[in-house]
């Protein structure tokens, strides 16, 4: 991945933002070396870049956003994407709002609202080129909800560890022969255990 100077100083102003904000709000680990863990997680997003640079998005949705991973990492990176952070808790959507202001994200958009009110809702509807989740227990209930929200060439980008998602699920999903997820089990970054270390696509054509 390719960073330009300007890139890398946001990256570093969103991490010492995202370690003062998390002292009031609980936003990732508040386990020792906590910048630690914030750099980690950061760096993890960044796994999504060269997706992001073949896919050629218009529209991004980070779906359950909490303190802005991936989202605004991936934001930093690409200007020229417009990025929609989808968060549902107040404070938590509050903060993205100071967060977009800190950083001057004139791309990105935060939304406050449960993805299956949106999936309701037309302005929403078949909009998203690429969705993006962490952490991510239950992909079918997931995917049932953004797949909604996806474009005629979307996908959703699953950021999870090597144990979150069940194989009896994925079974699941491949049964629906138009959306057969990819498992990327090759990007392991995982240093720390709260950092992904895999990506799953559910709508790619590989």
């Known amino acids: 991945i390719s960073l330009k100077i300007d890139q890398l100083a946001l990256l570093s102003e969103f991490k010492n933002f995202l370690f003062k904000e998390n002292v009031n709000i609980n936003l990732v680990s508040r386990r020792q070396n906590q910048m630690q863990t914030i750099l980690d997680q950061i760096l993890a997003s960044l796994i999504l870049q060269p997706i992001i640079e073949k896919a050629e ?15 605004i990492p991936l934001s930093i990176l690409n200007p020229g994407i417009q990025f929609h952070l989808l968060e549902a808790k107040y404070k938590r959507a509050v903060y993205l709002k100071k967060a977009v202001l800190e950083l001057h994200l004139g791309n990105t ?6 993805v299956e009110k949106l999936a309701n809702q ?8 690429i969705i993006t989740v962490r952490a991510v227990s239950n992909i079918c209930y997931i995917y049932g909800c ?3 929200l996806l474009s005629g060439r979307g996908f959703i980008v699953a950021y999870t560890g090597s144990e ?7 079974a699941i999903l491949t049964s629906d022969r138009s959306r057969k997820p990819v498992t990327i089990r090759s990007l392991d970054t995982r240093s720390r255990e709260e950092t992904p270390s ?3 696509l559910i709508g790619s054509s590989g």
């Open 198 to 200: 895999r990506l799953i």
């Open 164 to 170: 979150q998602v069940k194989k009896e699920d994925l």
């Open 146 to 148: 953004a797949n909604m």
């Open 122 to 129: 037309d302005e929403y509807r078949n909009r998203y080129d």
């Open 109 to 114: 958009k935060i939304i406050r609202a449960r």
């Open 57 to 71: 998005p218009e529209i991004v949705m980070d779906l359950g956003s909490g303190g802005g991973l991936p989202g």
